[in-house]
């Protein structure tokens, strides 16, 4: 997933951070630690030990009686496996942050989609000037790709009798079962090397990469 930038991270803490968060996040995220193991914890780094904070500091700073250095926060955050701003952040704005990680990495994930399907489309124009000069080419392709699609059959008719205790019912309700079923990835390739179809106009996923630019 990919992480927040500092530059967002500094922006929220300086629009909602605040050191006054530390003492409820610290409850919350020690969830069933308690303030000994969480202290016992922070002595037994060797690089934290310098900001260990004892058992009843951990409750001081729980119940807002006591302050906490940055040296300190680090150190928190570090024991408790988690980014400084959980402590610092409230839980709301620990949820936009994490939605934030989730969009971008969808947007990232969209971009990967994207080159993939210009990369495919690269390939079937090169197999159809394969077809062109060698016509075999697309009889060798259409007798794997029934291969596959009975092959496929199979193994739903395997997973219909299965759900249905051995009971095919009638073949016309199998056939429509088959229908709703998502071909394999190698049959829609065996069938837009052959079609001939614009991959950018009559393809299932040409709405999605319209206007995308090579």
Known sequence: MAEPSWTEVANLIAQVGDEHWIGARLESLRGSTSREDLADAMMAAPRLKRYAIGRTG???IETGQRSVSVGEAIALASVLNVPITDLLLPDDAIQELDGWQHFAAAAEALKDV????RRYEDEIRFVRTRIAARPALADRINDYSRDAATQRADQHRAIWLNDHEGNLKSESAFQAFLRRQEPTPAIIAAEDA?????????HWFADRVKGTGK
């Not at 052959?194 to 009559?202: A, N, T």
């Open 194 to 202: 052959v079609s001939g179809k614009d991959l950018r106009e009559d």
């Open 58 to 60: 951990i409750w001081k």
């Open 114 to 117: 994207l080159d993939a399907w």
